[in-house]
């Protein structure tokens, strides 16, 4: 069975870090790129991060550049996203989504393995 779950939300000052995971089982998550979305209450799904399936390419949101680190380890089927300086507009339900994708760059949409989703929450 094909699972991909996402970890490591909570709630954390402004300023402060945290740490997302998403583990893949039932594939095989190297030969995916993987993006990171979010989708705050009334708003649209936002992409805020993608890592290519080798991890010579990434993209990040300019709303989180220098700010946010995607990271992957394909021996454990597992992406990673870093994220510090929070700021309150980080507030977000976090996705990641996972596309057979075998460029150096990261696709332009088509995700079509989905979480189910991580609350980020960003408040004092």
């Known amino acids: 069975q094909l699972q991909f779950v996402e970890s490591g939300g909570g709630l954390v000052q402004p300023g402060g870090s945290l740490g997302l995971s998403c583990a893949a089982s039932?594939?095989?998550?190297?030969?995916?790129?993987v993006g990171w979305f979010r989708q705050a209450p009334g708003k649209g799904r936002e992409e805020v991060s993608c890592i290519s399936s080798n991890a010579e390419g990434s993209y990040y949101a300019d709303s989180v550049k220098g700010r946010f680190t995607i990271s992957r380890d394909n021996a454990n089927n597992t992406v990673y996203l870093q994220m510090n300086s929070l700021k309150p507009e980080d507030t977000a339900v976090y996705y990641c989504?996972?596309?057979?994708?075998?460029?150096?760059?990261?696709?332009?949409?088509?995700?079509?393995?989905w979480g189910q989703g991580t609350q980020v929450t960003v408040s004092s």
């Open positions: 989504g996972a596309i057979m994708w075998h460029e150096t760059s990261c696709p332009r949409g088509g995700y079509y393995y």
């Open positions: 039932g594939f095989a998550l190297g030969y995916y790129a």
